[in-house]
């Protein structure tokens, strides 16, 4: 009798945890804007012409990518943007492609290349390289990207287009993410699903809800407003810079938006299900403010949420098996819905109790290596965790 009552209840939560999101998900997701339309196909509605974009590209031992972005962004047409390229202490050929770059007929006037040779204490190098750009840029939006992403050349002036319509102060546009393997299919898909459950892209526009968004493939902000929430400097220690700048932009009271673009962007984010792994090994304890039990819990957090209907129904019997039921459709029907925007097909809904259980070893494994090594290795770089806790926005 215990047992079958600790079965509702378990079964109960699972089913409104999971089905009460796919109907807000159902009914916020077609709100948020998707620039690739025919109608976003235009030049942005300023009496001015178009803003002046600053494009910066931070890069550190990217040797294989960063020749296509920056041609890439080369191509964009849009008439009034600059890039700036930062070779973040690379000990490849990161900076000498830079300038090989810069050095073609189509990079004059357009691309700038510069060079950090050293870290000064207290910053982590990503962030460092950011903010000695924007320094010197001279955009009206700044833009920053990653050094492995392709853009379409219509790209930021779709953005650009939206934003200005819309009054925007920061845009995010998500990425079409390159997936070569089945176990990166299988991770992504994981992920965009915790993403969905976890941070509501709808309510990002809302300017009640806490829900905010940053994107380090394409993260868009108005220079004051960039400078109004303290520029990369108030951020100088945060591994994920991205999101952060999203917190405090929209903390801060500004409009953010995030919006849909099909491939106008797109990366390959790792190769392989262990190469996601190890990427996001850095990461997640940061996610959790390098705190062990608050890992712990979202270790055991994850495996009842996303284990949990699996479970539920093959052990549950009787009527009791019904909410267990209700939250695997429900879970099936998030798959569903983000294949119609990823090359993910929805018959990976069937490998979620895989990727679970490889995101909760990662959880582990990021929290173990980062307490291990008293801190974190990033591209070759040693932060301290006292100086990174004390750097968590």
Not at 82 to 95: C, F, K, M
Not at 199 to 209: S, T
Not at 213 to 236: D, H, I, K, P
Request: glycine letters at 8%; proline letters at 5%; a positive charge.
């Amino acid at each position: 009798m215990i047992l079958e009552v600790f079965f509702w209840i378990a079964g109960g939560i699972l089913a409104l945890a999971w089905f009460s999101r796919i109907v807000e998900a159902a009914i916020g997701m077609p709100r948020i804007a998707d620039v690739a339309l025919p109608e976003w196909n235009r030049k942005p509605p300023t009496p001015t012409g178009e803003p002046r974009i600053s494009i910066i590209v931070p890069a550190r031992n990217e040797e294989q990518d960063i020749r296509a972005t920056l041609e890439g962004l080369l191509a964009l047409d849009y008439s009034n943007y600059e890039i700036i390229a930062v070779n973040d202490r690379s000990t490849d050929a990161t900076g000498e492609r830079m300038e090989k770059v810069a050095a073609t007929l189509a990079a004059r006037g357009r691309l700038r290349v510069l060079h950090i040779c050293e870290l000064p204490p207290g910053w982590m190098g990503k962030t460092h390289a950011m903010w000695n750009a924007a320094k010197e840029a001279t955009g009206d939006w700044l833009l920053f990207t990653d050094a492995d992403v392709l853009f379409k050349t219509d790209s930021v002036r779709r953005v650009v287009a939206y934003a200005e319509e819309g009054k925007a102060d920061h845009v995010v546009l998500f990425p079409r993410m390159i997936m070569k393997r089945p176990g990166e299919r299988m991770m992504i898909a994981f992920f965009q699903a915790l993403f969905v459950f976890g941070h509501r892209p709808w309510k990002v526009a809302d300017p009640e809800a806490d829900d905010h968004m940053g994107v380090g493939a394409f993260n868009m902000v108005r220079r004051s407003v960039y400078e109004a929430v303290g520029t990369y400097q108030a951020l100088r220690m945060e591994v994920l810079d991205d999101m952060k700048l999203g917190k405090v932009v929209k903390k801060a009271g500004y409009a953010q938006r995030n919006v849909f673009g099909e491939d106008l962007i797109s990366l390959r984010w790792a190769k392989g299900a262990f190469g996601i792994v190890n990427n996001l090994t850095k990461n997640f304890f940061a996610v959790l403010s390098f705190q062990w039990p608050r890992t712990v819990g979202s270790v055991i957090a994850l495996a009842f949420l996303n284990l949990g209907p699996f479970i539920g129904v093959w052990l549950a019997h009787g009527w009791a098996r019904l909410p267990y039921v209700i939250a695997v459709l429900s879970l099936f029907a998030i798959y569903c819905g983000m294949s119609r925007r990823s090359d993910v097909p929805p018959y990976y809904f069937f490998l979620h109790p895989v990727s679970t259980t490889l995101f909760m070893y990662t959880l582990v494994r990021s929290m173990v290596h980062t307490l291990a090594n008293d801190g974190i290795v990033w591209r070759g770089t040693k932060y301290p965790l006292e100086e990174l806790r004390k750097g968590v926005v």
